[in-house]
Nanobody, 118 residues
Framework: QVQFVESGGGLVQPGGSLRLSCATS????????MGWYRQAPGKQRELVAS???????SYADSVKGRFAISRDNAKNTVYLQMNSLKPEDTAVYYC????????????WGQGTQVTVSS
């Protein structure tokens, strides 16, 4: 079973940048698409960006033009470059397959906290 380890989060001022990484324990070559998701306190987890095996990307309207997702299949790693961060981007960020696994026993990594505040 593939596992994910997210890193790169932290505290940043509005307008700042962060680069998140998602290292996988196994080959992600067999996973057609990967996504970055986020969950803010009191809100449901949402998809913010995704990338197919061929490199096609898509973004939520709220992050379009500010975030960029990329993947390195040789390194089994997915990245999320986040620029022009806003307080409303504050959340725990996770990576997973797209679509993600469903059900109460679905696997999610520990996530990485992103806090945007002055």
């Amino acid at each position: 079973q593939v596992q994910f380890v997210e890193s790169g989060g932290g505290l940043v001022q509005p307008g700042g940048s962060l680069r998140l990484s998602c290292a996988t324990s196994g080959s992600i070559f067999g996973i057609y698409a990967m996504g970055w998701y986020r969950q803010a306190p009191g809100k449901q987890r949402e998809l913010v960006a995704s990338i197919t095996g061929g490199g096609s990307t898509s973004y939520a309207d709220s992050v379009k033009g500010r975030f960029a997702i990329s993947r390195d299949n040789a390194k089994n790693t997915v990245y999320l470059q986040m620029n022009s961060l806003k307080p409303e981007d504050t959340a725990v960020y996770y990576c997973n397959a797209k679509p993600p696994p469903a059900g109460p026993t679905a696997y999610w990594g520990q996530g990485t906290q992103v806090t945007v505040s002055s």
